[in-house]
């Protein structure tokens, strides 16, 4: 496989490059709940806790290549030799003389620089500690590795913002008359006086801070509070004149208030013996109301603290180093990498994996909007990120999500929608990141998915009754109208018409979301795209667009609501008085009537509810759902099945058919394929031609992808943004790794396991061909049509890769509160050896299933010949299955890693 930006060397992630200097796209995130970074090669990047408190600049993608701004350390040996020992100077002719290479792992970054003609080597360490602290570690090592002493003056180098990443553009000179700046011994401190917006000033609270010391703890000599004092005149952070000219800042210095901040220090000069080593710590944060950086930096201001150097390990002069802030940090994540571990037989997959599996983790620290690639919204995550990540998170430890998912139903809206943006306080909703009237069409698929997800894992049928609010704003009839006399004072609850806050169970919620769907159709009878559905691109066909793709996915809702209700195994249930207009029974293929009901049901929920309670006939309403269902995918099955052999998936804002043969072309969307094969809509024969025509029409022979769309060849204005990008990019075209995976997921389920690991596979080996997909270990938002992979880190598909991966190809999961194994593993998962395993935590009991297949027959050919049990033998029928009791599992040793090996054959 063709990979020469990186290589692992070792078993937890870690990586090695020499090359990712040249790339100035490429960055690693560093973070902890607290904090957040993006840190690149030469050490640009930002530094921020939410939208209004940046430390460092907000970066872009654009930004990472242009702006001069970067966490720097210059060496000043004489006026012809100066330093950076980042690789970040004016000095080109010096910067090509480095030796450069990058060590990087889970979550850190090391980048070493050694210039022989200086006769100095850098180190620089970068991290966010595990624990309680808003801060990020810059542990900078200089080595004399010449044969003669070397003296220098060092120098730390951060250019501070300190503010909103509004005022990038809003204000920003008159923002940074605001700044008050503090020095102190170690360092400084910057306190804007106010939070500047033009709606309404208030006061900040927020102070950002950065300081440093050597290897004894003394603090810097001098310290340079204003990039003007350590600029000079022509403001470059390149070539500094406080270095260049070895110039001590201003005696008096009278003007540092009200200036773009500096966290420049001047460390005292010293003189390295050849082979001598200093070592400098610099920390650089965020506080609220106000920080010690003397207490601060006491914790970091010795090697031996952060992380020692290999020689004094020899020594033991930390012991094991295990302690320091460093090892801890890596332990941290290596853990959380490790919850769900698989040995494939090909370390460089499971290396990979390593960084995929803590994906979901990043993006709920990070949300959409805080990393380079993510320039846009204002923080939290949106509200399928939020059910998706879950699906990951259910998977190890899925008693510690109950409350979490309990707390997200609360987002939704008696009209079936819900707020789309979600903050990192329990219960924060917002409508819309820019308070636009939009709703998405597919955000009612996804909480009851990941709700029987839980309930297969845990067998707990009770959350389906605890209780839950409504969220309530100012957007009513799912964003068709505005509820004017709604005011923030009223608050964001649903209330009764006696003004009491209304609770209904979360079995309510989910029919309140999948039934006002069934009735909230177009001109064809499909379900309206309304705003757009998984693909945010399809936005231009408000008013009569339609989602084929997801009214299948609301038919498969509506069926597993049905089959919950039963297994129960109640009688009845309460629901809002209101809900009983949408439980009527009727010829589904009357539009208007739909519509009749719908309006009814609006016009009852629009500003409150009743407050009464009706008792409903558990099995009458299981029944009224399995019927909907059923007609919903006979439907389907009638008006969109193509003699193209595909489906159509889409109408757009002419009510024009969007797949299909257009003239001498065809065009194919993915999605519209994925969804009705994963909610059993399609047959055993479509899935058969749905294959055939997807690798025909929609497979990239060069990079090795199934793209998400046929090039359409022109915008479409009746449809939606998407095929106005550059085809090949985003929703245009791209290989979109989110649908890419449900493809896999829709195949593996109804047993079609080749097909679905060839799709699965082929985004590991196009991310792993770092010729062209230029980016580190991590499963990215998509390839563009060169096969770069784009967007890194943040995105859905990772939680969906690991449930495929493990509940699909290795076929471990929950079922009814069992554990059911079913492998569905191909005969090439088989190549590199023919044992491979998974491990995971069910039940509480940490399980390492392996998987024997000597044979190396694939999947559909062999069955489960020998069941062990820590290395007993249980007496099973020969099948492709196996279910152990939950009991079972809850009886083998909870301190252990207990070993079940499977013989297949």
Not at 448 to 472: K, S
Not at 589 to 603: G, M, N, P, V, W
Not at 725 to 741: L, W
């Amino acid at each position: 496989m063709e990979n020469n930006l990186y290589n692992f060397i070792d078993d937890s992630g870690s990586f090695k490059s020499l090359f990712a200097h040249k790339i100035k796209s490429l960055y690693l995130p560093l973070c902890n709940e607290l904090l957040m970074s993006s840190v690149t090669a030469d050490l640009g990047g930002d530094i921020k806790s939410g939208q209004n408190s940046f430390l460092l600049e907000p970066a872009t993608r654009t930004s990472l290549s242009l702006s001069k701004v970067s966490r720097n350390f210059w060496v000043y040996v004489n006026k012809d030799k100066v330093w950076s020992a980042t690789g970040v100077s004016k000095d080109l002719k010096q910067l090509r003389q480095d030796e450069f290479a990058l060590e990087a792992g889970q979550l850190w970054q090391r980048i070493s620089r050694q210039n022989n003609k200086i006769g100095l080597k850098s180190e620089i360490l970068s991290f966010i500690p595990s624990g309680p602290e808003a801060l990020e570690v810059m542990q900078v090592a200089i080595t004399n590795v010449s044969k003669e002493k070397i003296s220098f003056i060092p120098y730390a180098a951060i250019p501070l913002y300190a503010r909103s990443a509004d005022n990038l553009r809003d204000h920003r000179q008159v923002t940074s008359l605001l700044t008050r700046i503090k020095e102190e011994k170690y360092g400084i401190k910057i306190k804007p006086t106010l939070l500047f917006d033009e709606s309404g000033h208030r006061p900040n609270n927020t102070v950002y801070y950065v300081a440093g010391c050597d290897n004894q703890g003394r603090g810097p000599r001098y310290i340079y509070p204003t990039q003007e004092i350590f600029c000079g005149e022509s403001g470059d952070l390149e070539a500094p004149e406080a270095v260049f000219e070895n110039k001590l800042p201003q005696a008096q210095k009278t003007s540092i208030q009200g200036k773009e901040p500096m966290g420049a220090m001047r460390f005292t000069k010293i003189t390295l013996p050849a082979g001598a080593q200093a070592t400098y710590i610099i920390i650089m944060g965020i506080a609220q109301g106000d920080c010690d950086l003397g207490s601060l930096i006491s914790k970091f201001n010795h090697r031996a603290k952060v992380n020692p150097a290999p020689r004094a390990k020899a020594r033991g002069f930390t012991g094991s180093g295990v302690n320091t802030h460093f090892e801890k940090t890596k332990k941290f994540w290596q853990a959380q990498s490790k919850l769900i571990e698989v040995s494939s037989g090909n370390k460089h997959f499971d290396n990979w994996l390593r960084w995929v599996s803590i994906q979901p983790l990043l993006r709920k620290i990070f949300g959409c909007s805080f990393l380079p690639d993510f320039d846009y919204g204002k923080g939290g995550r949106g509200w399928r990120d939020l059910w998706q990540d879950c699906l990951g998170l259910i998977l190890n430890n899925p008693q510690a999500v109950r409350p979490l998912l309990i707390n997200n139903f609360c987002g939704v809206k008696i009209d079936g929608s819900n707020a789309t943006i979600i903050g990192k306080k329990s219960g924060e909703f917002i409508a819309d990141r820019n308070n636009i009237s939009r709703v998405w069409m597919d955000h009612g698929v996804w909480p009851l998915i990941t709700l029987d997800l839980y309930i297969q894992e845990t067998a707990d049928l009770g959350i389906l009754f605890e209780p839950a609010v409504y969220f309530r704003n100012h957007q009513v009839n799912r964003a068709r109208g505005i509820d004017h006399c709604w005011s923030p004072e009223y608050g964001n609850r649903l209330k009764t018409k006696s003004g009491k806050i209304y609770s209904g169970t979360v079995l309510e919620h989910l029919l309140v979301q999948n039934l006002v769907q069934f009735y909230n159709v177009g001109a064809h009878n499909h379900t309206r795209l309304e705003g757009a559905d998984w693909n945010d691109g399809l936005d231009m066909a408000k008013e009569h667009g339609e989602s084929v793709a997801f009214s299948s996915m609301y038919a498969a809702n509506l069926l597993t609501l049905s089959r919950l209700l039963i297994k129960a195994g109640i009688k009845d249930l309460a629901v809002a008085q209101e809900l009983k207009i949408l439980l009527v029974d009727f010829n589904y293929a009357d539009i208007t009537r739909k519509h009749r009901i719908l309006e009814q049901y609006f016009s009852k929920t629009k500003i409150h509810l009743s407050g009464k309670k009706i008792r409903l006939d558990a099995s009458v309403l299981s029944r009224s759902l399995r019927e909907k269902s059923l007609w919903m995918r006979e439907h389907i099955q009638k008006s969109e099945w193509l003699k193209a052999g595909f489906f159509n998936g889409y109408y757009d804002n002419r009510k024009h058919r969007v797949d299909g043969k257009k003239g001498n072309f065809v065009r194919m969307t993915l999605a519209s394929q994925v969804f009705p094969i994963m909610s059993q809509v399609a047959s055993a024969g479509q899935i058969q031609k749905i294959l055939s025509n997807v690798y025909r029409y929609l497979y990239d022979r060069r990079v090795g992808g199934v793209r998400l769309n046929t090039d359409f060849k022109k915008e479409q204005h009746d449809l939606g943004r998407a095929f106005s990008f550059a085809y090949g990019e985003k929703e245009n075209g791209a290989i979109f790794s989110h649908m890419v995976v449900m493809f896999a997921h829709a195949l593996y389920k109804q047993g079609y396991a080749d097909a679905g690991w060839k799709a699965l596979s082929s985004l590991y080996k196009i991310a792993a061909r770092t010729a062209s997909s230029k980016i580190y270990p991590c499963l990215p938002e998509y390839f563009n049509l060169q096969g770069r992979g784009m967007y890194p880190y943040l995105t859905g598909s990772a939680s969906w890769f690991m449930l495929t991966l493990l509940t699909q190809s290795f076929g471990v999961k929950g079922q009814n509160g069992d554990l059911l194994i079913e492998p569905k593993l191909s005969s090439e998962q088989f190549k590199p050896a023919n044992k491979i395993s998974v491990t995971r935590v069910f039940a509480g009991r940490r399980l390492k299933i392996v998987f024997l297949n000597p044979n190396r027959l694939e999947a559909g050919k062999y069955r489960i010949k020998r069941f062990m049990l820590n290395a007993e033998r249980i007496s099973i029928e020969e099948n492709a299955r196996v279910v152990i009791s939950r009991e079972v599992i809850i009886g083998l040793p909870k301190d252990k890693l207990n070993i079940i090996e499977v013989h297949l054959g």
